[in-house]
Nanobody
C-alpha cells in the first residue's frame, strides 16, 4: 500500500503564490505518474495537473500558465507551484499517484488552499 502525504496548504491573498508538496511512501514498487486534483464542497473532484515518470506534464486549462507541476523521482515527491492565485482556486487539493501512467489509485488526505480576494 502507498501512502501520500500532502503539505503546504494555507491562506493566501489574491495574486499570491503557494507551493504544495506530496511525498509517497509505503512499498518498493516505483511510482510512475503523479497528479493533483482539487475539490470544493458540493462539487466533483477536478483534475489539475499530471506528471509522468518521464517528466511529461499536462494541465487543466484553468491553471495552465499559472501552476507548475514537478517531481523528484528519487524521493517519490511531487510539487505544485501555484502562482497568480485567484479566489476560484480555493479548494482542497489532493495528491494522486500510481505505478503506471494510466492507473493512479492512490490518494492523499488533501490540503486546504484558501485564496482571499
Amino acid at each position: 500500500q502507498v501512502q501520500l502525504v500532502e503539505s503546504g496548504g494555507g491562506l493566501v491573498q489574491f495574486g499570491g503564490s503557494l507551493r504544495l508538496s506530496c511525498a509517497a511512501s509505503g512499498n518498493n514498487f516505483p511510482i510512475n505518474a503523479m497528479a493533483w486534483y482539487r475539490q470544493t464542497p458540493g462539487k466533483q473532484r477536478e483534475w489539475v495537473a499530471t506528471i509522468t515518470s518521464a517528466g511529461r506534464t499536462n494541465y487543466a486549462g484553468s491553471v495552465k500558465g499559472r501552476f507548475t507541476i514537478s517531481r523528484e523521482n528519487g524521493k517519490n515527491t511531487v510539487y505544485l507551484q501555484m502562482d497568480s492565485l485567484k479566489p476560484e482556486d480555493t479548494a482542497r487539493y489532493y495528491c494522486n499517484a500510481g505505478h503506471s501512467d494510466t492507473y493512479l489509485p492512490y490518494w492523499g488526505q488533501g490540503t486546504q488552499i484558501t485564496v482571499s480576494s
